[in-house]
């Protein structure tokens, strides 16, 4: 069974690698490309949040059609602003982890037992969450054994370009 949404969140400032972060090429593809196809296996309805005026918000038009704004105020309030617009339970994704593994969703689905829970990677978490309910203070972190690589500078975009071989878009 599907969720009935997903909201990818694509409307930082890319202040350690590029405010175009969500639309730079991952094996050929723009990053949130593959944000969105893996949300597209768990959601019914998947959703890009980004703010009005992003450098990259044209792109993120013609990647995907379903486009949430939210103000700008920072990852957290901009999640809880994209998700007062769509139906719960909901995974919230950030656009920078393009090659974050079914297992890890899986994990995050089948062990949340709160209102929110997050996926919580090498001990930091990644932005990776379910919401079933609004309710702020009951909240679970979910660990996850294996790396997931979250594309915050050039290194990062670097090494998840070697990884190109093992993907097919």
Same mark, same amino acid.
């Given at each position: 069974?599907?969720?009935?949404?997903?909201?990818?969140?694509? #409307? #930082?400032?890319?202040?350690?690698?590029?405010? &175009?972060?969500?639309?730079?090429?991952?094996?050929?593809?723009?990053?949130?490309?593959?944000?969105?196809?893996?949300?597209?296996?768990?959601?019914?309805?998947? %959703?890009?949040?980004?703010?009005? #005026?992003?450098?990259?918000?044209?792109?993120?038009?013609?990647?995907?059609?379903?486009?949430? %704004?939210?103000?700008?105020?920072?990852?957290?309030?901009?999640?809880?602003?994209? &998700?007062?617009?769509?139906?719960?339970?909901?995974?919230?994704?950030?656009?920078?982890?393009?090659?974050?593994?079914?297992?890890?969703?899986?994990?995050?689905?089948?062990?949340?037992?709160?209102?929110?829970?997050?996926?919580?990677?090498?001990?930091?978490?990644?932005?990776?969450?379910?919401?079933?309910?609004?309710?702020?203070?009951?909240?679970?972190?979910?660990?996850?054994?294996?790396?997931?690589?979250?594309?915050?500078?050039?290194?990062?975009?670097?090494?998840?370009?070697?990884?190109?071989?093992?993907?097919?878009?």
């Amino acid at each position: 069974m599907k969720l009935p949404s997903a909201v990818v969140m694509a #409307g #930082g400032k890319g202040t350690r690698l590029s405010p &175009l972060k969500p639309v730079l090429k991952v094996c050929e593809k723009p990053m949130i490309w593959w944000v969105v196809e893996i949300a597209k296996e768990f959601a019914n309805n998947v %959703y890009v949040a980004t703010v009005k #005026g992003h450098p990259a918000e044209r792109e993120l038009w013609s990647i995907h059609s379903r486009v949430i %704004y939210t103000s700008g105020l920072g990852y957290e309030n901009d999640v809880i602003e994209a &998700l007062s617009s769509v139906e719960l339970p909901a995974l919230v994704l950030p656009s920078d982890v393009p090659f974050i593994s079914r297992q890890a969703i899986e994990t995050l689905l089948n062990q949340c037992k709160a209102s929110i829970c997050t996926l919580i990677c090498e001990t930091s978490f990644i932005g990776v969450s379910l919401w079933n309910q609004m309710r702020l203070n009951d909240y679970q972190d979910i660990p996850f054994p294996q790396r997931i690589i979250n594309v915050n500078t050039q290194e990062d975009l670097q090494e998840i370009n070697k990884l190109c071989h093992d993907k097919s878009p």
